[in-house]
């Protein structure tokens, strides 16, 4: 029986390395609350995201949700339902209302001309996603973001080490987020943070994270939540840290070797980044285009499971469909999204899938 090969298998440090990393702990029993080992990897991902400011948090997730609440918002924000459920949860979840607009058919991340024509009075920020590791339009999205005196949100959650133009991703807009999550290619196993240039924002993330206490005068200055990452987290990401670069090429290998197959294959298409985006490959998702390949994406998808196989249809649904929404959205609107969400796989990706398992699922996709 061969082994099942997953979307995902996360890098891990040696266990030496990571006890080394750990073992400051048993001296000083410091093992959360913003102690040095968090704080080492603070300021490491400050310099290396190349941003003001990087405020920690216990996952991606929570890390939206403060920096959406700090940011003091009311009414609409503009974003994208081709996604993970965590964005739109995150909007909803502050009490804003998710207006959705349809996406690219390059790359799946937001069109500005739709997000354009969804503006109205109502409208306070534009939440577009990064989706994959593809850089938005960034230009245009600040463009429109200052035409209209919006605030420019990034759920960057794909996007680690990511530049585009010479410059970090977490450079634009007003502030991004990250994940690094156990799935994602760095990772602190859970974990997340908020980047932005705006100290005060970064200050009052800070505090939220820790119930909205201010270190300064022990008030508690914000409502605020735990959101805060434990030593044995951040160091998980001072290990992963000294490997990205090492992680990266193996995935840009990988990828290439999926390209070299798959770019043969009548009906599969890929998304090649433009030269002006420095990658993190941290998926790769193909569109599987139905009359043109002969199958649909769910029967591809069963076929490559039942070979042990476990691709994901990362993202279907769209997260204005999902079933805890029911009919809070209008179902149209999205034409691209609607087909991209019922058309994507996301293949396995990761540092040590082996070019033997890539040329097995490439066999399996060209029906070899
Ligand atoms: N924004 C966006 C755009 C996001 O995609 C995400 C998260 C967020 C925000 C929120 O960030 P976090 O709060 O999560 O930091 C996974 C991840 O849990 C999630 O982080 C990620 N996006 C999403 C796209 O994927 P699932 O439900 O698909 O994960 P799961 O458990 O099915 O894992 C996928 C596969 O990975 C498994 O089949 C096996 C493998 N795996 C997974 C884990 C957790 C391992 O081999 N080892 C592991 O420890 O959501």
């Known amino acids: 029986m061969r082994e099942k090969i997953y979307v995902t298998k996360p890098f891990l440090p040696s266990k030496e390395e990571y006890m080394e990393q750990i073992s400051s702990m048993w001296e000083n029993h410091m093992l959360t609350n913003a102690g040095n080992i968090h704080n080492e990897l603070e300021l490491k991902l400050r310099e290396y995201l190349g941003t003001e400011e990087c405020v920690l948090?216990?996952?991606?997730?929570?890390?939206?949700?403060?920096?959406?609440?700090?940011?003091?918002?009311?009414?609409?924000?503009?974003?994208?339902?081709?996604?993970?459920?965590?964005?739109?949860?995150?909007?909803?979840?502050?009490?804003?209302?998710?207006?959705?607009?349809?996406?690219?058919?390059?790359d799946y991340t937001i069109d500005p001309e739709s997000v354009e024509k969804l503006i109205t009075d109502r409208t306070c920020a534009i939440l577009p996603v990064h989706v994959y590791g593809n850089v938005c339009n960034v230009e245009r999205l600040q463009h429109i973001a200052d035409k209209y005196h919006l605030k420019l949100i990034y759920d960057a959650a794909h996007a680690f080490g990511v530049a585009y133009r010479g410059r970090p991703i977490g450079c634009y807009g007003d502030a991004s987020v990250f994940s690094f999550h156990a799935t994602k290619a760095f990772h602190t196993v859970e974990g997340g943070a908020v980047v932005t240039k705006d100290h005060i924002l970064g200050d009052t993330i800070r505090h939220m994270r820790n119930f909205g206490i201010c270190q300064d005068n022990g008030e508690c200055m914000e409502i605020g939540t735990n959101g805060k990452m434990s030593e044995f987290h951040a160091a998980m990401g001072l290990c992963n840290l000294k490997h990205i670069n090492?992680?990266?090429?193996?995935?840009?290998?990988?990828?290439?070797?999926?390209?070299s197959h798959l770019d043969?294959?009548?009906?599969?298409?890929?998304?090649?980044?433009?030269?002006?985006?420095?990658?993190?490959?941290?998926?790769?998702?193909?569109?599987?285009?139905?009359?043109?390949y002969g199958e649909c994406r769910d029967e591809l998808c069963q076929r490559l499971q039942d070979e042990g196989i476990f691709a994901r249809?990362?993202?279907?649904?769209?997260?204005?469909?999902?079933?805890?929404?029911?009919?809070?959205?209008?179902?149209?609107?999205?034409?691209?999204?609607?087909?991209?969400?019922a058309s994507v796989l996301a293949l396995p990706l990761y540092a040590d899938l082996s070019f033997q398992d890539v040329d097995r699922i490439c066999n399996i996709i060209s029906r070899k």
């Open 313 to 341: 249809k990362y993202f279907y649904p769209l997260t204005k469909k999902l079933a805890c929404y029911g009919n809070d959205f209008s179902r149209d609107g999205t034409p691209v999204a609607d087909y991209i969400s």
């Open 264 to 292: 043969k294959v009548k009906g599969i298409r890929t998304h090649k980044a433009d030269m002006q985006i420095q990658q993190n490959y941290a998926y790769f998702p193909i569109i599987i285009e139905r009359e043109k």
């Open 246 to 259: 090492e992680i990266t090429e193996k995935r840009k290998l990988v990828v290439e070797r999926y390209y």
């Open 57 to 106: 948090s216990v996952n991606g997730h929570m890390a939206l949700e403060m920096l959406l609440q700090a940011m003091k918002l009311k009414g609409e924000v503009i974003t994208t339902p081709f996604t993970f459920a965590s964005t739109t949860h995150a909007i909803v979840r502050n009490g804003l209302i998710p207006v959705f607009a349809d996406i690219n058919e390059e």
